[in-house]
């Protein structure tokens, strides 16, 4: 709840005088112990209706009956504090959730992250690197959270991405793609199963944890899947076995100084580039980037051509893959479009 801390104080400073009072009061006026004054002060200003710990005299009843109306006095005080801020907190929500899915209606061609976990963390933060547009999905308040943190005007959805309803107001129909990082593969396959139908156009990335989950994602859907276990194994028997390799490919990591990343860029279809061969190009000259893979417009993902010949023809939809820093590659979409 949003309690406002001003509120707050005026009520406790309330009944911290009322009980000072009445406690005090009974003192003086029936010279009961200071054990009695204050249980006869507190039960009156709670208006539990137990009976008096001594009889009373007649100025004890009139101080009681005004020390009760000053009880029922804090308590809806007490009571009326508790109400608006549930009714402030349910606004607060309201608002926030209307905000977020009038942004989403704006969007498209976005990518959808199902879960903030440390896997969700990373990706946003690369999809943030990259200039793309993207909607996490989340239901954990502490993952939200930690998101927000990274990044303070994340769009999220909160609620869980496993249903139909969900991946609709985050703009399934609009993505271009969808990484579901979930902790559990059930989840991530449910997910898989709801995005493909939902969207037989969309790319969809998953999370996998040894072969059978794997080989499960694809036939749900999945157009790749990631296996952070095998990743990061390989990762570690490359570094030991092939030390000189890992250290050079280490570039990419994020964070690293004078980091390079492996990305793309599309052949436009008014390209001046399109119909020259990758030596008049000359993207390397424009731009300084290593061209290390072609995908022709007509190739599936298992077509790419690494180490392109000089002489390769260029054409419109053709994606160059490239290893650069984040300004060069921001220059080389400029050139290709």
Not at 95 to 107: A, D, E, N, S
Not at 299 to 306: A, G, I, K, N, Y
Request: aromatic share 6%.
């Amino acid at each position: 709840m949003i309690f406002r801390r001003t509120e707050v104080l005026v009520v406790g400073l309330f009944f911290v005088l009322l009980i000072v009072g009445g406690t005090v009061g009974y003192r003086v006026i029936e010279g009961w112990t200071w054990d009695d004054a204050l249980y006869m002060t507190v039960i009156t200003i709670t208006a539990v209706g137990f009976h008096e710990v001594h009889a009373l005299s007649n100025t004890g009843r009139w101080f009681t009956s005004f020390l009760l109306i000053g009880g029922i006095t804090g308590l809806g005080m007490w009571f009326a504090l508790v109400t608006a801020s549930m009714v402030r907190m349910d606004l607060g929500n309201n608002y926030v959730r209307r905000k977020t899915m009038k942004r989403l209606k704006k969007i498209r061609d976005h990518i959808i992250v199902c879960g903030g976990g440390r896997m969700g963390l990373q990706v946003v933060h690369e999809l943030e690197q990259a200039g793309q547009e993207f909607v996490v999905v989340e239901r954990d308040e502490e993952a939200r959270q930690a998101l927000r943190r990274v990044s303070p005007e994340v769009l999220i959805v909160s609620d869980d991405a496993t249903r139909d309803r969900v991946l609709r107001e985050a703009g399934v129909e609009r993505a271009k793609g969808l990484v579901t990082c979930l902790s559990a593969d059930t989840d991530n396959l449910y997910v898989c199963l709801s995005a493909r139908h939902l969207n037989p156009d969309l790319v969809v990335v998953t999370r996998a944890e040894g072969k059978p989950a794997t080989a499960k994602m694809y036939r749900a859907g999945a157009s790749h899947v990631v296996s952070p276990n095998v990743t990061g194994a390989v990762w570690v028997a490359s570094v030991l076995v092939r030390p000189s390799v890992a250290s050079i490919l280490d570039v990419t990591a994020p964070g690293r100084h004078l980091a390079r990343r492996v990305d793309y860029a599309t052949i436009g279809p008014e390209s001046a580039l399109v119909g020259k061969t990758l030596r008049a190009a000359g993207i390397q000259a424009e731009t300084g980037l290593l061209v290390i893979a072609i995908r022709k417009q007509d190739s599936t993902h298992d077509e790419v051509r690494f180490n392109p010949d000089a002489s390769t023809e260029l054409g419109a939809g053709d994606e160059v893959i490239v290893l650069g820093d984040d300004e060069q590659i921001r220059q080389l979409h400029g050139y290709v479009t």
